[in-house]
C-alpha cells in the first residue's frame, strides 16, 4: 500500500514556533526521507471560516502567511503537494455524505470541539458548520487515502472521528474492497513539542494572548521574547535553587537544544541535563540560560527567516504553487470522490448495468 500524509493549517496567523515543533519540522522530515509516495499539506481556509464567519479578510490574507511559512521552513513543491482547501470542492461533496454517518451526540462528545465552543464562547448559537468541522477534516483525511496525519496533539480526536468514519463507511458501503483508508496520527514524542506553551507560561500559544514567537520575526524580536521569558518565579537570586518543572524557558531547550548548541554557544556544559541540575542546585542565574536558548533560537530561526524573504521577493509564483497545487489535488479528490459514488450506489450513468437490469425489468 502507498504511504501518503497528509496534513494542515487554519490559516488565521502566522505560524509560529509552536506550529514548528508541533508539526512543522516533522514534516520536512517525513518529506525528505524520501519514504513516502505522495504528501499533502492543506491550507484549511475553509476551515478556518466555520470560526471567522464574519471575517473573511483575516483568512484571505493568511493563505499568503502559511504557504511562506511552509516553503521557509523547506516544504518543497517538487516533493509535496502544497494546496489551498477551499479549491478542492470535491471535499464539500465527501463532507455531505460522511455526515450520515456521524451522530449530533458523537460531535457533541468529540474533546477538541467542546473546548474551541467554550474558548469561543458558541455555547448558545454554534454554527452548524464549525460543529461538524470534523466531519469535513474526515474528508480532508480521506480525500487522498492519507495513511499518516502528522500533528499536534490536540489533533488526535480529530483522526479519531476520521477512523470511526472510514471504518463505518467501509463496513456499510465496501465490506468486502474497502475504499477509503485508516489514518494513523502520528504526533511529536518529546513532551515538550507536544503542546509548546507560550512565553508567559501560558499553556498555549496564541495570537490574542500576546505569547508566541513567529517564524517571521525579525532576530531583535526573537531576542526580545526570549529576555523577558516566564521562568521561575521563586528563583529571585542566581544562588537560589531553581526549578525546571514549569519554567518555560527550560521547556523550549527540551524541545530545541541539541548537545551541539553547548559546544557551540555554552561549553562549560555537555548537554542539558547538566545545565538543569546546576540550575537545580542553584547559583546559575536566568539571563545565561535565556542567552543560550536566543542563541539556539536564533540558529534555527535564521535560515526559516531568510528563506521566507527570498521566497516573499516572487508572489505571485506562491499563488502559482498554491494553484498547481490544488489542481493535482482536485484530481485525486476527484478519482475518490467515484470510488465514494460507486460504493454508495449513486453513479447512476456511469453503471450500464443498472441501466440495461432496469430496462429489462420492464420490458418483461
Ligand atoms: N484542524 C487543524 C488545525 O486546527 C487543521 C486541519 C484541517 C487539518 N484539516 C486537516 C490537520 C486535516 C490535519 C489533517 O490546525
Not at 35 to 59: F, G, H, R, S, W
Not at 109 to 126: C, D, G, H, Y
Not at 240 to 269: C, K, Q, S
Not at 289 to 307: A, C, G, S, T
Request: a negative charge; proline letters at 5%.
Amino acid at each position: 500500500m502507498s504511504k501518503i500524509i497528509l496534513t494542515g493549517d487554519r490559516p488565521t496567523g502566522r505560524l509560529h514556533i509552536g506550529h514548528y515543533v508541533g508539526s512543522l519540522r516533522r514534516r520536512v522530515e517525513l518529506q525528505n526521507s524520501g519514504e513516502y509516495d505522495k504528501i499533502y499539506i492543506m491550507i484549511a481556509d475553509a476551515q478556518a471560516l466555520t470560526d471567522n464567519i464574519d471575517n473573511p479578510e483575516k483568512v484571505r490574507q493568511n493563505v499568503i502567511e502559511v504557504a511562506l511559512d511552509y516553503l521557509a521552513c523547506g516544504l518543497d513543491p517538487a516533493k509535496s503537494t502544497l494546496f489551498i482547501q477551499s479549491q478542492i470542492s470535491e471535499l464539500c461533496e465527501l463532507t455531505f455524505y460522511y455526515m450520515d454517518l456521524v451522530t449530533v451526540s458523537r460531535l457533541q462528545r468529540n474533546p477538541t470541539v467542546k473546548n474551541e465552543i467554550q474558548l469561543r464562547n458558541f455555547e448558545a448559537s454554534i454554527p452548524v458548520g464549525f460543529f461538524t468541522y470534523p466531519i469535513s477534516q474526515a474528508a480532508d483525511i480521506t480525500f487522498c487515502k492519507a495513511t499518516t496525519v502528522p500533528v499536534g496533539e490536540d489533533q488526535l480526536p480529530m483522526i479519531e472521528q476520521t477512523k470511526e468514519i472510514v471504518h463505518k463507511f467501509n463496513s456499510i458501503y465496501a465490506p468486502e474492497t474497502p475504499v477509503l483508508v485508516d489514518p494513523q496520527a502520528l504526533i511529536p514524542e518529546a513532551e515538550a513539542c507536544k503542546r509548546l506553551p507560550g512565553t508567559d507560561g501560558k499553556a498555549k500559544m496564541s495570537k490574542s494572548l500576546g505569547n508566541c514567537i513567529y517564524l517571521a520575526d525579525t532576530a531583535d524580536e526573537v531576542k526580545a521574547k526570549v529576555m523577558s521569558m516566564y521562568t521561575d518565579p521563586l528563583h529571585l537570586q542566581v544562588s537560589d535553587p531553581g526549578h525546571i518543572e514549569g519554567n518555560t524557558v527550560f521547556t523550549y531547550l527540551d524541545a530545541f537544544a541539541r548537545d551541539e548548541h553547548f559546544e557551540r554557544y555554552l561549553p562549560d556544559y555537555a548537554n542539558l541535563d547538566e545545565l538543569k541540575a546546576h540550575y537545580i542546585r542553584g547559583g546559575l542565574g536566568d539571563v545565561k540560560v535565556k542567552k543560550f536558548l536566543n542563541n539556539v533560537l536564533q540558529e534555527e530561526l535564521e535560515p526559516i527567516r531568510n528563506r521566507r524573504q527570498e521566497f516573499a521577493k516572487d508572489i505571485p509564483e506562491i499563488y502559482n504553487i498554491l494553484k498547481k497545487g490544488s489542481d493535482t489535488a482536485r484530481e485525486a479528490a476527484a478519482q475518490t470522490l467515484s470510488e465514494v459514488k460507486h460504493a454508495m450506489k449513486i453513479d447512476y450513468f456511469d453503471d450500464k448495468e443498472l441501466i440495461k437490469a432496469q430496462s429489462e425489468r420492464y420490458l418483461k
